[in-house]
């Protein structure tokens, strides 16, 4: 179940699942400063990963919100895991809460370009505990995603793994109205 879009060359695909489980080169951990093993995502990912990333994470030297920091994989099937680090949506005003939103995904592009990495999965960034309202950050991440496909024409494949039915249905009508003075 899901929905695939081709901008610039490149595959976007919308869909439900668990990332941890995507066939891809990198997935992304909506991660802390810290990059401790949290909850959520980050705490799905470790779990799958296994200890090597915790210790790796710990030697990073944590990351600011809104920036993205890359490791190894360790027993997921991807090769790479980029963390990034989203806003707490209480704790910014909303203006500047959306860019650091957007900057997570775009700087996570970015590592991804640096890295030679082609296909990359996304989980909802800031969603869950982070708190940042579901209809507002998929206009945004999606936004941020399209216009850096328009530019750069790679990564070959962009894959958003939505977590239930209802996000997934959120993410493919927020990607139809983009661009309709409703993005
Ligand atoms: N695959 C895909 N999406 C998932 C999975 C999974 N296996 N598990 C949960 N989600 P959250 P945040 C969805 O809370 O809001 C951590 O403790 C989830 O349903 O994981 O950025 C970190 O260490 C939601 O839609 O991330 C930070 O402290 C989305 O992933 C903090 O939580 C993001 O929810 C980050 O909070």
Known sequence: MGNTYVINGCELILKKGDITQEPVAAIVNAANPALSHGGGVCGAIH????????????RLGGCETGMAKVSGGYHLPSIYVIHTVGPVYHAHQPEEAAQLLSSCYRESLNLALLNGIETIAFPSISTGIYGYPVREAAKIALATIVNFLKIHGKPAKVVMVLFSDSDLKTYSSAYLSLGKGDA
């Open 47 to 58: 779990r799958a990963a296994g200890p090597g990333l915790a210790d790796e994470c710990s």
